[in-house]
């Protein structure tokens, strides 16, 4: 299980993804009972996410698509080139 991250630390691990989006995010995820969030009381104050027990059920399903996808990559890609020939962008 892996401990609590601080905002900041997420931001730093998912780069392409804007602050608002990922604020957006973690405040959709801790609406629906998968991410806590933690005032830490530090001095400046810092907020912690963690993982709750209902998010942790979501493990195998996620390993279960991480492996569909790993397993049919090769085939998810020539779709998207197929489709990226039959709809040029620009």
Not at 18 to 38: D, Y
Not at 54 to 59: A, K, Y
């Amino acid at each position: 299980m892996r401990a609590p991250r601080r905002f900041n630390e997420l931001r730093q691990q998912l780069p392409a993804v804007t602050p608002k989006s990922l604020t957006a995010c973690l405040r959709r995820l801790e609406r629906n009972g998968m991410v806590e969030r933690v005032v830490v009381s530090t001095e400046p104050v810092a907020i912690e996410y963690g993982v709750t027990h209902l998010g942790r059920t979501l493990q195998s399903p996620l390993e279960a698509m991480l492996g569909w996808f790993v397993e049919h990559l090769a085939e998810v890609e020539a779709a998207r080139s197929a489709y990226d020939q039959r709809h040029p962008s620009g």
